[in-house]
Each structure stands twice: as C-alpha cells, then as structure tokens.
C-alpha cells in the first residue's frame, strides 16, 4: 500500500470502511481494549472526536486482544465501549497489531513512523489532511496532550 488511501477495514457491524473516504480529513488510528487500564482514554478520545468532528476530525478505533484485554467478541467489545465511555465514533473488528496475521494497516503505520512493534493498547496515529502521518503516539499520551496537534492539522 502505497499512502492511508489505499486501505479498508470492516466495521463491528459489517459495513467496509474505505479510507479514500477521509480524503481531506484529520483522522486519529488507535488500537483499542476494553479491559486495559487504559481504556479510560476512550472518554477522551470521544471528547476530541465530538468537539472536532465537524471540522473534518475523525477517529477510527481498531480493538486488539493482542494484550489479552479485550472483550470475546466484537459485539461485547461495542456494547461496552458504547455504554462505559459513550463511544460513538467507527469501531472495526478485532485486528492483530503485531506478527502473524497483522493487519496491512498497521504493517504500514509501524513502517511509516519509523518505529517497530506496537508495545501496548491505545498507541495513537495522526494523519493529516494530507494522509500523511504527523506522529505517532505512546499509549501512555493521554488524548488532551493530543488536542493542539489535532487543532493545527485543521488548520
């Protein structure tokens, strides 16, 4: 894959996400897991996700149990993300972030950044309107330190 255009993913409820769609967009990628001690972070995310979103800010969240933290199954893992943080922006289904049977995505987010393996839940990519990375962030970063990185992208 050559640029963030060239990728798709699947919703928990099925429908393709085309990322040719977020052509001109901001968009935050993060892994996700609902038991980790970082989920909190999801209330954040939704925060910047509301605020921003009708200025072309979009957040897609791709849950792993690559960590041993996630829920089963994809409909648990949407039902408590939706129900503990009031999370409403796209959810895909459970990918892998590492090794065999990593998703492309991924794969091509670590190459682009320069860095190696995901180490933990809630790493965090901006892209730029550009598609174009900007930086990646650890999983540590909590959303709010994100904010001024996501309001110059808007630009």
């Not at 977020?22 to 968009?27: D, M, P, Q």
């Not at 409909?75 to 049977?101: I, R, S, W």
Request: charged letters at 25%; proline letters at 5%.
């Amino acid at each position: 894959m050559s640029n963030i255009y060239d990728f798709k993913e699947t919703e928990m409820n099925g429908q393709q996400i085309d990322f040719a769609d977020y052509r001109g967009k901001v968009v935050m990628i993060v892994n996700t897991a609902s038991k980790c001690g970082l989920a909190p972070q999801l209330e954040g995310i939704e925060k910047l996700y509301q605020k921003y979103h009708d200025q072309g800010f979009e957040v897609l969240g791709l849950p792993s149990n690559q960590f041993h933290q996630e829920l089963a199954s994809d409909e648990a893992t949407e039902a408590y993300c939706q129900l503990h943080y009031g999370v409403t922006f796209p959810m895909t289904k459970q990918v892998q972030v590492n090794g065999d049977g990593e998703d492309p995505l991924f794969t091509y987010l670590k190459d682009t950044a320069g860095h190696g393996r995901i180490k933990w839940n809630f790493t965090k990519f901006l892209i730029g309107r550009d598609g174009q990375l900007i930086h990646r962030y650890a999983p540590i970063v909590k959303p709010a330190k994100i904010e001024p990185a996501i309001v110059e992208a808007l630009g």
